[in-house]
């Protein structure tokens, strides 16, 4: 008995179709794919030029900057002979130099600008070599010298040529970058045209394959609900973190009134302890043995210590609590007047203080002086043993903002300890070598932060101190709580 053999099943004709869709799909994909990835890459390449022609613009434009800067300031150490100008002059030459250096090696591509760039660097040395030379007749003959070859020194004539040479590279680099990005543009459109046309053409496909289509359906559902969990859950969190923030405001501010009330209701049994120290000192001390005077004593002083810790927190908790409107602050009449409350201390270190005309600026003229008074005190306080003090108070601009500076010639401190001294309670020194409680640095900054503006500390140890202050230029009409 024979057997007829059974035909293994063919696949219905739609699976057929949906085989043909996946391999359609696929070819599709690699080729659009490996068009984008080319794309991608020139698209890159371009940017990366473009990238570099403005890197090259940049530094161009640093190199001008640092120069003209060094010029400023020499022309600041001859007039005034302070070395802060020379030292921001050396500064300014050495960054200049090094722009250029970088500028050098960054049109290592470019030969024409390369050798532009060598040629920078010459005439930058020459105007460098120039400048060192006023500052030589400026020492050794005197500010007269100094500006006559300033005036008739080939001084100018190197700014110029640098001038020039930097306008040069820069309108180089600017055909350079109108062609770049040009190229850019345009291959980022093929990019786009590439990615749009193999995207329509799989799309159509994929139409053709329904259970893709109603996967990627549920996919994109699934994905939504989850979307909109994420939302909410984002909402919630936003919520929270205002009300923590709400929160936590509420708790400074209560604790800026408990500090005021806690060291205001200290006052009154420390006096007690004062004056009963001092009753018990005056009318017993006969009494008493070496040891018990020594114990009064030293009560006597830890009730002072703590007198003066009272009156620094309620100064500290002050700064807010007890601000006032903000009105036009001429600071020449503040430092007037911060300078006649340090007459005293001034007389006996042998201080001096000099200034410059300072600015009249919007802010709370009690913590105006409060601030002046903390610093320049704070210079006399840190003075060398061997030297007596000088103190500059120079004005100062930036953008949008003004202040001043304050330094010293004292002992200074080690810049790793900057943010410290700004902080409540904290000291660099012993108790025993300088007096005072570590809080008058932070109610300036807290009384600077109040103003919106920012002070910082820069110094070396001996080698004194400047601070620098600059506040938010406010239209002085205007008035602010």
């Not at 059974?6 to 794919?33: C, D, H, M, Q």
């Not at 802060?84 to 130099?97: F, M, P, Q, T």
């Not at 009134?257 to 006096?271: G, K, N, Y």
């Not at 200034?355 to 002046?372: F, G, I, K, N, R």
């Amino acid at each position: 008995m024979s057997t007829v053999p059974v035909r293994p099943k063919r696949p219905p004709l739609e699976s057929w179709y949906t085989l043909f869709g996946y391999l359609a799909v696929l070819i599709v994909l690699v080729i659009t794919t490996g068009i984008s990835y080319r794309n991608a890459l020139t698209v890159f390449d371009h940017a990366h030029l473009v990238a570099h022609t403005l890197e090259v613009r940049t530094e161009l434009q640093r190199s001008l900057a640092a120069i003209s800067n060094s010029e400023s300031g020499q022309r600041g150490f001859i007039i005034t002979g302070d070395p802060i100008y020379l030292n921001k002059y050396g500064e300014d030459i050495a960054e200049a130099r090094g722009y250029v250096d970088q500028l050098i090696n960054t049109t290592a591509d470019n030969p024409g600008q390369r050798d532009r760039a060598i040629e920078l660097r010459k005439e930058v040395d020459d105007k460098a070599a120039e400048m060192d030379g006023v500052v030589t007749d400026f020492r050794a003959l005197g500010f007269e010298a100094a500006k006559n070859r300033i005036i008739t020194g080939p001084g100018k004539g190197y700014m110029d040529s640098i001038r020039a040479q930097v306008k040069s590279m820069e309108e180089v680099e600017g055909d350079l970058l109108t062609k770049r990005q040009r190229n850019r543009d345009a291959s980022a459109r093929n990019a786009e045209v590439a990615f749009f046309t193999g995207t329509g053409i799989s799309f159509v496909l994929l139409t053709a394959v329904y259970f893709i289509v109603q996967r990627s359906q549920r996919e994109q559902k699934r994905q939504q609900e989850s979307l909109e969990v994420e939302i909410l859950q984002r909402q919630e969190s936003q919520a929270e973190l205002d009300r923590v923030n709400r929160e936590l405001q509420r708790s400074n501010r209560e604790l800026q009134d408990f500090a005021f009330v806690a060291s205001h209701d200290l006052q009154e049994p420390l006096r007690k302890i004062q004056a009963f120290g001092e009753r018990l000192g005056t009318r017993n001390r006969e009494h008493f043995d070496e040891e018990s005077v020594d114990y009064l004593e030293r009560m006597q002083a830890a009730a002072k210590r703590m007198q003066g810790l009272i009156n620094d927190i309620l100064n500290l908790s002050r700064v807010t609590t007890k601000g006032q409107a903000f009105q036009p602050v001429d600071l020449n009449v503040t430092l007037a007047e911060v300078l006649d409350d340090l007459h005293a201390r001034l007389e006996e270190t042998g201080g001096t203080v000099k200034s410059e005309l300072l600015p009249t600026l919007m802010a709370d003229p009690v913590q105006m002086h409060l601030l002046l008074q903390n610093l320049v005190g704070n210079a006399l306080k840190f003075r060398k043993s061997d030297a007596p003090s000088v103190i500059n108070v120079l004005p100062l601009e930036a953008p949008s903002r003004v202040g001043f500076t304050v330094a010293d010639n004292g002992i200074g401190f080690d810049e790793r300890f900057a943010d410290r001294i700004f902080t409540v309670f904290q000291r660099l020194h012993g108790r025993g070598e300088y007096d005072g409680s570590g809080v008058g640095l932070a109610i300036c900054r807290k009384i600077v932060e109040r103003h919106g503006g920012q002070i910082s500390a820069s110094s070396a140890v001996g080698e004194g101190a400047t601070f620098t202050v600059l506040i938010p230029a406010r239209p002085l009409s205007k008035e602010k709580k």
